[in-house]
Each structure stands twice: as C-alpha cells, then as structure tokens.
T-cell receptor, first 114, second 112 residues
C-alpha cells in the first residue's frame, strides 16, 4: 500500500522559532507534494506545494525542501507565530497512479507558544 | 462562491441506521472525493468521482456508497451505520483531480 510517513506527531515551538515537519514517501510515480493546514473545526486548506523538478519552494515564512533521491520532503515555518498553531498534513499524488488519489500523512499538531 | 458545502455539521446515529451526508460545490470542478479523518491516521480516501456518472473506490470504501448525478453534488451514503464509522467526514473537490483540493467544513458523525 502506498504510504506517506509524517513526523513528528506533535510539535511545540517558541514564538519566533523554526518549525520543521518531515515526510517520506515510497512511490516514485508521485509528482505533486502539497502541504495542507487545518485549524480546529475546519477543513484542510492548501498551504504550499512542490513538484519534484525543484528542490525548494518558498512562500513567505513557509518553505518546502524536497530530496528526490531520498524520497523525502519537509516543511519549514520560519519565525513561527501563535497563529500558525494548527495541524499540518503532507500529501502526495499523481495522475499516473490510477486516477487522482491523494495520499495523506498522519498529520502533525503544531503549537506555537507565545 | 460558497466553495464546498457539507450538511449536516453534526450527526448522531444508532448502529444499523442509514443516512446520507450531503456535499455540493459551486466551482464547476469535475473531481470530487470523500475522506474520513481519524486521530493519528490523517485523511483516508473513501470514494471519488472524476465526473458526473463516474465514481470509484478509494482506500476505505466498505460500508459507504456514492453516486454523482450532477457536477455539483456528491452525496455519501451509509447503508447500515457501525460504531467504526464514527469519524469526521470531509468532502473535497478539485479542478484537475490530482492537484489542489478544496475541502468542505466537515461532518462530525457519531455512531452509538
């Protein structure tokens, strides 16, 4: 079964610190790696995404680092703020894997201390 | 645009009861999907649809039925509810299937 493994399960960071969440995948056919952010009581929302042809993508304080050979990617949140406290899901998908099935990681609960 | 809407927000069922979770989107997206979210397990795909009249199974389809008669609507049916189906259910839609998905606000279902 295709899997995306995410770590850590939970993370506590001081305000202004760097939050780092890691994911690893198995299927080399994946060609799209999004991160979703979910606040309590809400549905997930796309935060940032990367294709495997680049090693890094940055949007504001959020950066994805991608290591194709190691089949790993990570989310870095710079200058973490209390408003970043949420659950973060990494995911992987591909048109080639029999449709459009997106595989999600188990999620990381981030708490940023003020 | 309302985006993706889901009803109801909360539901309590007794074992063996049936019900339909409603999902609608107004973005003219061809692709729609249903996920369930359980603690420590992320989001797992139940069923998905690539257009009106076309549906397929995801990772955890047992106990659920879907149909897609229009582009806008994608209801999820629980035929005979079981406690194992206690979960939060999310509907999502996307323009091109594999990429950015837009999620609804979820339905929290409890089966006793």
């Amino acid at each position: 079964q295709q899997q995306v493994k995410q770590s850590p399960q939970s993370l506590i960071v001081q305000k202004g610190g760097i939050s780092i969440i890691n994911c690893a995948y198995e299927n080399t056919a994946f060609d799209y790696f999004p991160w979703y952010q979910q606040f309590p009581g809400k549905g997930p929302a796309l935060l940032i995404a990367i294709r495997p042809d680049v090693s890094e993508k940055k949007e504001g304080r959020f950066t994805i680092s991608f290591n194709k050979s190691a089949k790993q990617f990570s989310l870095h949140i710079m200058d973490s703020q209390p408003g970043d406290s949420a659950t973060y899901f990494c995911a992987a998908s591909s048109i080639k894997t029999g449709g459009f099935k997106t595989i999600f990681g188990a999620g990381t609960r981030l708490f940023v201390k003020a | 645009n309302a985006g993706v809407t889901q009803t109801p927000k909360f539901q309590v069922l007794k074992t063996g009861q049936s019900m339909t979770l409603q999902c609608a989107q107004d973005m003219n997206h061809e692709y729609m999907s249903w996920y369930r979210q359980d603690p420590g397990m992320g989001l797992r795909l139940i069923h998905y649809s690539v257009g009106a009249g076309i549906t397929d199974q995801g990772e955890v389809p047992n106990g659920y039925n879907v149909s897609r008669s229009t582009t806008e609507d994608f209801p999820l049916r629980l035929l005979s509810a079981a406690p194992s189906q206690t979960s939060v259910y999310f509907c999502a839609s996307s323009r091109d299937g594999s990429y950015e998905q837009y999620f609804g606000p979820g339905t929290r279902l409890t089966v006793t």
